[in-house]
């Protein structure tokens, strides 16, 4: 005698019923089975703590998902594996993330369809040397040895951007090597190079580890005066700001920089109720989420705001957001 069975898709789930069986929404959600890859940046940085923090987050808070954090090159990389679709979730400048959409810089005829699901934290833009390189200003990184970033990172995307606003050329005014911040770090300290840009929350681990290195005495170098030129060109992507003095050891003034949002994007092809739940999670356990990293607490409903992200929300960020009393375009 043979059965008949019927199907039911949910979230990219099968569920398979027996004729005449009941099943609520909320146990059929609860066997969606789900491998989440979250790809965040190098380990010296914010990206890299947070993404183990939100992997966490998922696992723990949403019964059958498996969530992993990666070690990547940064934002673009990050941008580039989501447009591949083989990464679900990533942490991305706003800059980068505008480029992605649109086809442009990194991303020149290879457009990434992404959709923002939360608008995170400012990025700081830190331009740092050590006494002794005669480094004083932006513009005595002329004929100095610098690092711009990883390949594949936002940072070496704003580092050119700051770079050209000083009326500097990367590649003619500078002797330029491309590390990530703990290879920048380790590399300033061996005095390899003269200084690097890191483009990143605060405080960032690697500048810390510097700052606190015997023997070496912390510059950070001023750039706001360059931020104008930059959205002149770019348009209105950065904002002046400052880190405050303290924030590193041995950092006895604020020191005024060019900061960029950070956001957290997927494929637009992400089904609504995953986003949904994804978001849902992040809002709802942040303090939860701060515990890896202090910027988890600069998540906040009154950042999420179309002005601070260059592409759309994902509907379901939408969704959840309208919940939360947050009206925004999808």
């Known amino acids: 005698m043979m059965s008949t069975r019927r199907g039911l898709m949910l979230g990219g789930t099968a569920l398979s019923l027996m004729p005449g069986s009941l099943m609520t929404a909320s146990s059929a959600l609860a066997q969606d ?19 183990g923090g939100l992997a966490n987050l998922l696992t723990k808070h949403v019964p059958g998902w498996q969530a992993t954090a990666e070690v990547t090159g940064g934002s673009v990389d990050n941008l580039k594996l989501i447009g591949a679709k083989r990464a679900d979730i990533g942490f991305t400048m706003a800059d980068a993330s505008l480029d992605a959409a649109k086809g442009e810089d990194k991303f020149k005829g290879a457009p990434v369809p992404n959709r923002a ?5 400012p990025n700081r833009m830190h331009v740092v040397t050590i006494e002794g390189t005669g480094i004083n200003s932006f513009k005595d990184l002329k004929g100095k040895r610098v690092s711009t970033g990883s390949p594949g990172s936002a940072t070496e995307v704003m580092g050119f951007r700051l770079i050209e606003a000083a009326g500097l050329d990367k590649d003619k005014d500078m002797k330029r090597e491309r590390l990530g911040v703990a290879e920048s770090t380790n ?17 960032t681990a690697a500048v810390t580890d510097l700052a ?17 030129a930059m959205n002149a060109k770019w348009g209105a992507l950065y904002s002046k700001g400052a880190i405050p003095a303290g924030t590193y050891p041995g950092q006895d003034k604020d020191n005024p920089n060019a900061d960029v949002w950070n956001i ?29 990293h202090a910027e ?26 309208a919940e939360r009393g947050v009206k925004l375009g999808a």
């Open 212 to 228: 606190a290195t015997p023997g070496v005495k912390i510059k950070m170098i001023d750039h706001a005066e360059h931020v104008d």
């Open 187 to 203: 590399a300033l300290k061996d005095r390899k190079i003269d200084a690097y840009l890191w483009v990143g929350g605060l405080p």
């Open 33 to 51: 089975r789900r491998n989440l890859s979250i790809v965040t940046g190098g380990t010296g940085g914010v990206y890299y703590p947070l993404g």
């Open 264 to 292: 957290l994007v997927v494929h637009e092809s992400m089904p609504e109720d995953v986003a949904y739940r994804i978001t849902k999670v992040i809002f709802e356990n942040t303090a939860e989420w701060a515990t890896v």
């Open 296 to 321: 988890a607490k600069a998540l906040s409903l009154a950042n999420q705001l179309q002005a601070n992200s260059p592409v759309p929300f994902h509907p379901g960020s939408v969704k959840y957001l």
């Open 117 to 121: 699901l939360a608008v995170l934290y």
